[in-house]
């Protein structure tokens, strides 16, 4: 099986540098499904940091590979867009008429005003709140994990936990919770054969019985005092309690894909990048205390978000290329996060690394993950919860990846615990 994989890793490396530069698709979902995106980054950080790509699935559009490249698009609101109304924020134009804003696709001033709505939700006091909550929880999954039988870590682990913190921040019905990662997962997933849906159709469908869930919470909540939950906080908050449907929806999945999407799927990368690198593992049971010192590092790995797009106001020059008013481009987090102009020894995985925050994985700029503490907390609780109870989650065979080259993550991860 790892054999098979590299495999396709040395094939992928060969074509990645024997295709002229002019044909390159760096985000053909393929690439991520195949974990064989890295030699198509490497290249263009070499030899073309700023790409223009003719035609693909989802139009032309540039990519940008470098981190000071990536940084500068991302702190540059006034030039590069996120507004909905644009193409919104990923690679995949949403249709003109399917363009649902939220406070992620906006620009100031609206943006401000609504991220400043939810923030409080994730204000250290709360999160101080979170702790014990989440331990419990963390320890109870783990304790019903079974010894020494193959399961798969991203329904037992990685998604139960991120699913029930996010029910408590929604205060939404707990034993409905899988509700939250079917949408998040429909939000994100490309529509076709085999696929979670067919056609965009079955897409918007189930995004409206999505909305349709939580009009119904909304309208409970508005006749309520305010509360602490974000549904609470929507429906109380000056700049978000008259949103369009459409704004709410474009909202509620910006909030459910946040806290889940990302989060689950560091998880899930830690327990494989901490196998693939059995030293780091050693190192760690040795000493626990370097967890909060690892889990930057592991979300810089697994980039959960591979990119972000933004849409160009204005013709503007970038890194000798010149991107004109209305071109789509593209920042490749997961090409800047093993950027070694930036990164020190970006592509080894090494657990006490000095500077563990310097990443791109939560982008920058006032588009910066509002939820990046939360993450943390959730993944520094599930390692030390882990380390107090087996001495080895063992990888026993080839992850599957998800479609996709927004959301970089794991369908399935089969582990064994040993006794």
Not at 67 to 75: E, G, K, Q, R, S
Not at 205 to 216: H, P, Q, S, V
Not at 242 to 248: A, I, Q, S
Request: proline share 7%; hydrophobic share 40%.
């Amino acid at each position: 099986m790892a054999d098979g994989a590299s495999t396709i890793r040395d094939e992928a490396r060969a074509r990645a540098w024997s295709t002229p530069l002019e044909d390159f698709h760096p985000g053909d979902p393929d690439l991520f499904r195949t974990d064989t995106h890295w030699p198509y980054f490497e290249r263009l950080r070499k030899e073309a940091p700023v790409h223009w790509c003719r035609d693909s699935e989802f139009g032309a559009y540039w990519s940008v590979t470098r981190y000071d490249d990536i940084m500068a698009v991302d702190t540059n609101h006034q030039t590069f867009s996120s507004e909905a109304a644009l193409g919104g924020i990923t690679i995949r134009d949403a249709r003109a008429d399917l363009r649902r804003p939220s406070f992620i696709a906006m620009d100031p001033p609206k943006h401000d005003v609504q991220r400043k709505t939810v923030s409080p939700i994730v204000a250290p006091a709360n999160l101080a709140r979170m702790e014990p909550i989440i331990r419990e929880r963390a320890g109870r999954i783990l304790d019903e994990l079974p010894i020494g039988e193959t399961f798969d870590w991203v329904d037992r682990v990685s998604i139960e936990l991120t699913t029930q913190m996010l029910a408590t921040l929604f205060d939404f019905p707990f034993e409905e919770r899988r509700k939250l990662t079917h949408w998040s997962d429909i939000a994100t997933t490309l529509p076709g054969p085999g696929g979670l849906v067919a056609t965009e159709e079955e897409r918007q469908a189930e995004l409206m019985e999505c909305l349709a869930y939580f009009t119904g919470l909304w309208n409970e909540r508005v006749n309520q005092p305010p509360a602490g939950d974000l549904i609470s906080m929507m429906a109380h908050g000056e700049a978000t309690r008259n949103m369009t449907p459409d704004e709410y929806l474009g909202n509620v999945i910006l909030l459910i894909v946040g806290g889940n999407d990302t989060t689950r799927n560091s998880i899930s990368g830690g327990v494989l990048a901490l196998n693939q690198n059995p030293a780091e593992y050693e190192k760690l049971r040795a000493d626990p205390s370097i967890i909060p010192n690892m889990v930057p590092e592991i979300i810089r790995w697994q980039t959960p978000l591979a990119h972000m797009r933004r849409t160009a106001l204005a013709d503007v020059e970038l890194g000798g290329q010149t991107i004109r008013k209305g071109d789509k481009v593209v920042m490749w987090y997961v090409s800047g996060n093993r950027d070694e102009a930036a990164i020190p020894d970006p592509e080894s995985f090494s657990i006490d690394r000095e500077r563990p925050r310097q990443h791109l994985s939560f982008g920058f700029g006032i588009h910066r993950c509002v939820g990046n503490r939360l993450a943390e907390l959730q993944l520094k609780i599930v390692w030390e919860e882990i380390l107090k109870r087996f001495r080895n989650v063992e990888v026993v065979g080839e992850p599957r990846r998800v479609r996709s080259s927004f959301v970089k993550g794991y369908e399935t991860l089969p582990v064994r615990i040993t006794a």
